[in-house]
């Protein structure tokens, strides 16, 4: 549907344009802002122009708000499988049982989201339990934490995964006292069943990322950076071409595909605005969950334990160096401190070695860094992907795993006020992708009922509103290149924005949870528009 003229009135509008904090009304035409102000002049824009104009009615405007790192595929498909995030291991058996009792034998059951942490004893569950209420169907549950699976007998059976199986590289097949593999696949190991599971089919996808792209659009997202496999770009290319695309995608690949993206010719950036190429996605190592983050030194509940460095270092090294070579950036997970480290030492080979590429090399989490560390992204120019909301879902196993070197953790304020780059995301389906949830974790470091108090956890780390708001609008569009045209509410500037109920910037921040999203403009069409606007 093309563009047509746009005129938003009486609202509450932050800019984040420094020349021009607040205004009330907003001018676009196509898809860009010509005109933010007030009421009379705004008009006086499109005199004798048709317009659509829209009144406020007080509603709070922010920038688009980006998501700058998710896994969309992953969520989508996740739509039509089972939800195994349950408050129990017996609740998760239930669920697979319903499900058996409706598919076909030999149909796969998957499912997302269990959390073994909060199940008591906090031991993994085991293949024999999905044996019992399926027996006849292969079964691939992947963790809350996405670095480890459980898997049943008949999974493990096809996948030819016995007691003998070695780890592969970078994962591992846990196994019991006896050497008997227990159905728990931790990192790398999660590939030897996640490879032979059916695919989807790619008009099912699309129809999938259609379904997402709504949610996303409903929570106040106006574009996101994905971090899943090629086959979720074709289906975005495929609604891009279709003009269904409702959010900005910048689309990250995965190491696999380095060497054929610099066949190709392909660089970081190359596309549109609203569908283009991002970085290189690379592991340097797993999770705190599972106990896969790779330390320095033992986890403090686990002193022998210093987690999987699951991409060899040489290899991450020298894939940096060629993927910047040839105009490619890079975005590496790390979640441990050992594994921040050597990432900041690639990349400061890298700025060595290639100076001046413009490029914005990432690391994604940056969950803890040793003191020696922190202010290393900033000197490097490396941008802080973080996701808030992990902070607040992850605070009592991190101090339970990292209580020593717990300052270091989730410090946001710290890198900001270092001066790096922040860039907030969910981790998506790890987490919500609601931005609000993310918000509400950056400012208050507390959940939903309050916990762990009035101040939070370690408030020293807390944001302000704006800062927070920043994070999710300019953060992204400085990660992916797009600062001079998105981000920010200001003429020329493309036209994304995020429509609330009430002002996130003036109301306790625990109320920003309770906050309603009535519209969503990407492209300056409304792509969400509730039937309160």
């Given amino acids: 549907m093309p563009n047509t003229n746009l005129l938003l009135e009486n609202g509450l509008i932050y800019t984040l344009n420094p020349a021009q904090p607040r205004v009330t009304s907003a001018a676009i035409r196509g898809n860009r802002f010509v005109y933010l102000g007030q009421g009379e002049k705004a008009r006086q824009i499109f005199c004798g122009e048709p317009a659509d104009i829209v009144d406020l009615k007080g509603a709070t405007v922010l920038p688009g708000l980006t998501d700058a790192h998710l896994h969309f595929e992953w969520y989508s498909t996740g739509l039509l499988a089972i939800n195994a995030e349950q408050p129990s291991a017996e609740n998760v058996i239930r669920e697979v049982r319903q499900r058996a009792e409706t598919l076909p034998a030999g149909k796969w059951i998957t499912g997302y989201g269990w959390n073994h942490n909060v199940w008591g004893n906090g031991a993994f569950p085991t293949a024999a339990m999905l044996d019992r209420v399926a027996p006849h169907h292969p079964v691939a549950l992947v963790a809350k934490s996405a670095h480890a699976s459980w898997v049943n007998s008949t999974a493990l059976r096809l996948a030819g995964i016995t007691d003998d199986t070695p780890d592969p590289a970078g994962g591992q097949i846990v196994r019991d006292a006896s050497g008997k593999a227990t159905g728990i696949l931790l990192e790398e190991a999660i590939k030897l069943v996640e490879k032979i599971i059916p695919p989807i089919a790619p008009e099912d996808l699309v129809k999938a990322v259609k379904q997402g792209m709504q949610n996303a659009n409903r929570m106040g997202l106006t574009g996101i950076h994905d971090m899943d496999q090629p086959s979720v770009f074709r289906a975005f290319q495929q609604l891009h071409k279709e003009c269904s695309l409702t959010l900005r995608v910048t689309k990250n690949i995965p190491l696999t595909f380095l060497d054929s993206a610099i066949a190709a010719g392909l660089c970081t950036g190359f596309g549109d605005d609203m569908l283009h190429l991002g970085a290189v996605k690379m592991f340097a190592d797993g999770a705190l969950g599972p106990k896969t983050a790779w330390m320095l030194a033992g986890y403090d509940s686990a002193p022998q334990d210093t987690g999987i460095s699951t991409t060899d270092i ?13 105009g490619l950036a890079a975005a590496i997970h790390a979640i441990g401190d050992r594994a921040n480290r050597e990432i900041l030492n690639i990349y400061s080979e890298a700025k060595k070695s290639h100076p001046g590429t413009g490029l914005r090399n990432r690391i994604e989490h940056v969950q803890l860094l040793a003191p020696e560390d922190t202010a290393r992204l900033a000197e490097l120019g490396v941008v802080a992907s973080m996701q808030p909301i992990h902070a607040t879902s992850d605070m009592y196993i991190a101090d339970e795993h990292w209580g020593s070197r717990i300052n270091g953790a989730y410090a946001w304020k710290t890198q900001l006020d270092n001066g790096a780059v922040l860039a907030f995301g969910s981790d998506c389906p790890v987490e919500t992708m609601d931005p609000l949830t993310g918000i509400h974790a950056a400012v208050t470091r507390r959940r939903a ?14 944001l302000s509103i704006e800062d927070a708001v920043r994070a999710y609008t300019q953060g992204p569009a400085f990660a992916t290149g797009m600062e001079d045209r998105l981000g920010t509410l200001a003429p020329g500037y493309l036209a994304d ?15 920003i949870l309770h906050t309603t999203v009535l519209g969503t403009i ?5 792509v969400w528009r509730s039937n309160q606007l």
């Fill in 314 to 326: 040489e290899i991450l090294c020298d894939s940096v160096l060629k993927a910047n070579a040839n």
């Fill in 522 to 526: 990407v492209d300056g069409k409304f």
């Fill in 497 to 511: 924005m995020t429509i609330l109920d009430r002002d996130i910037f003036s109301i306790d921040p625990m109320d």
């Fill in 449 to 462: 009922d309050g916990t762990p108090g009035p101040e939070g956890w370690h408030p020293e780390q807390r």
